[in-house]
């Protein structure tokens, strides 16, 4: 068995790969539209893992409320630099719901409300402000 990707819903194509592209870092590995299902599949991966995809699911015309997605769960992602990759998302407009107080996990959601799990490489980081003493907002 080989694990191949995981698979959100998105409503908006151009939000979403904004997010994930510019914000997370992930490049697309390949794209697919359906003219006949009226859907377009987009498969993205970070750099160092590139067999490891994100599916992004765009219904076209689709105005569906797919909810908070906690049914889903999460992604989760290891990162070289917490604090680096939580400043860069919160200045693109992003919330972190969960700072990283201890140096080693982060949360944020992406535009469809997934959650997003930032974990720090090799273990945890010194405690930094304005993530130390940063409270929760939200839901993750």
């Not at 997370?24 to 970070?46: C, D, P, Q, S, V």
């Not at 107080?101 to 409300?113: E, I, T, W, Y």
């Amino acid at each position: 068995m080989k694990y191949l990707h995981s698979m959100v819903r998105v409503r908006d194509l151009d939000q979403s790969l904004r997010f994930y592209c510019e914000g997370l870092g992930l490049k697309e590995t390949r794209r697919m539209e359906n003219a006949a299902g009226k859907f377009t599949l987009i498969y993205l991966a970070a750099p160092e893992t590139p067999d490891a995809e994100v599916e992004l699911t765009y219904n076209w015309g689709s105005e569906e409320d797919y909810g908070s997605a906690r049914n889903f769960g999460h992604l989760a992602f290891e990162v070289e630099n917490i604090y680096d990759i939580c400043r860069h998302l919160q200045d693109m407009g992003y919330t972190i719901n969960r700072p990283p107080r201890d140096g080693h996990m982060a949360f944020v959601r992406s535009p469809d409300l997934i959650s997003i799990e930032l974990l720090q490489r090799g273990g945890h980081l010194a405690p930094q402000e304005p993530w130390a003493s940063m409270a929760n907002t939200g839901a993750w």
